[in-house]
């Protein structure tokens, strides 16, 4: 016996399938381009916690809502020699795991290697 569907069932169907599609779209919608301003605001809402020199501070929740975004990849491009010598690059490590471990062990965010992995 062959099942056929009624023309309501396949709207319905069509529909959901559609839904699906739509929620997928969303889901893997593309990170928002890794600017030189966004990079600054990203530092600037994370100054505290990174500061040289001076006793660890948990970051603020903007600190983390910013760096979430794209799982510190912005943040981490501008980890460089020059970063480290205004910024403590070994809290960096300290900032993802407060703020949910955005950093996988054994990577890289920028120059500095995270702690961990093989």
């Known amino acids: 016996m062959v099942k056929t ?3 309501e069932s396949l709207k319905i169907i069509y529909l959901f399938m559609f839904a699906l599609l739509v929620v997928r779209l969303v889901l893997l919608q593309a990170q928002p381009p890794c600017t030189m301003e ?3 605001a990203e530092y600037f809402n994370c100054v505290d916690s990174l500061k040289l020199g001076t006793p660890w501070v948990p970051p603020s929740k903007d600190c983390c809502e910013y760096i979430q975004i794209d799982s510190m990849a912005c943040f981490c491009k501008g980890a460089n020699r020059l970063f480290s010598a205004v910024f ?3 809290k960096l490590f300290k900032i993802s795991h407060a703020c949910g471990d955005l950093l ?5 965010c920028g120059i500095y290697k995270v702690p961990g992995g093989v």
């Open 5 to 7: 569907y009624t023309h």
């Open 38 to 40: 966004r990079r600054d």
């Open 88 to 90: 403590d690059q070994n």
């Open 104 to 108: 996988v062990p054994g990577s890289y």
